[in-house]
């Protein structure tokens, strides 16, 4: 059974306290990788897409990486609107295409 | 550019009434539309997908039904809501078989 675990479930950090967001995962063969973030009361925004071990991909703070078994979200001096729950989810090659989600990283950053 | 919409954004409901989630998706021709389901500590559970008008595929037996009676509009339906159906209920579409989901702001229903 394909399966996507993220941890930790959640991470308290100092404002400029740099950190990373783990996914692991158990798949028959990855099609692709994605990472969300959601604000509280909202729906996820997409952030990146990872297709291949050694692939990276930044965004402001943000850099996400990717190997054969996990992927990790660093964050590097974060801000206090840096603080959401961050999610994973994978696609699945040869089969459904529908992306298993993770339970998230609940992030928050003290000012 | 396109725009997703999702209503109402809460609900409170009693035990026993029926549900009707709208969710539309505007600036998009045949996107896939999913409805997932997320409960609190818990991770996005798919409810429904559907990849064209009148195709519905369910993910999970329950009290949920969906349709998809117009290319972009996709609705989540109940005759008789549980109070295990209280939830977060997002609405979610994608081009073709991709990954990237886009999400709707979502609709927040309580069941008492």
């Known amino acids: 059974e394909d399966q996507v675990t993220q941890s930790p479930e959640a991470l308290r950090l100092q404002e400029g306290e740099s950190s990373s967001l783990n996914c692991s995962y158990t798949?028959?063969?990855?099609?692709?990788l994605f990472w969300y973030r959601q604000d509280p009361g909202k729906g996820p925004e997409f952030l990146f897409t990872?297709?291949?071990a050694g692939e990276e991909k930044e965004k402001e703070r943000l850099k996400a990486t990717l190997t054969k078994k996990e992927s990790f979200l660093h964050i590097t001096a974060p801000k206090p609107e840096d603080s959401a729950t961050y999610l994973c989810?994978?696609?699945?090659?040869?089969?459904?295409?529908?992306?298993?989600f993770g339970r998230g990283t609940s992030l928050i950053v003290h000012p | 550019s396109q725009t997703i919409h999702q209503w109402p954004a809460t609900l409170v409901q009693p035990v026993g009434s029926p549900l009707s989630l709208e969710c539309t998706v505007e600036?998009?021709?045949?996107?896939?539309l999913y409805w997932y389901r997320q409960a609190a500590g818990r991770g996005l559970q798919l409810l429904f997908y559907?990849?064209?008008?009148?195709?519905i595929s369910s993910e999970v037996p329950q009290n949920l039904s969906a349709s998809r009676p117009q290319d972009r509009q996709f609705i989540l339906s109940s005759k008789k809501l549980l109070l295990s159906d209280s939830g977060f209920y997002l609405c979610?579409?994608?081009?073709?078989?991709?990954?990237?989901?886009?999400f709707g702001e979502g609709s927040r229903l309580t069941v008492l």
């Open positions: 979610a579409w994608a081009t073709g078989n991709t990954g990237e989901l886009f």
């Open positions: 798949v028959s063969g990855l099609r692709g």
């Open positions: 990872l297709y291949s």
């Open positions: 989810a994978v696609q699945v090659s040869g089969g459904s295409y529908i992306p298993t």
């Open positions: 600036g998009t021709s045949n996107p896939n």
């Open positions: 559907s990849v064209g008008i009148g195709q």
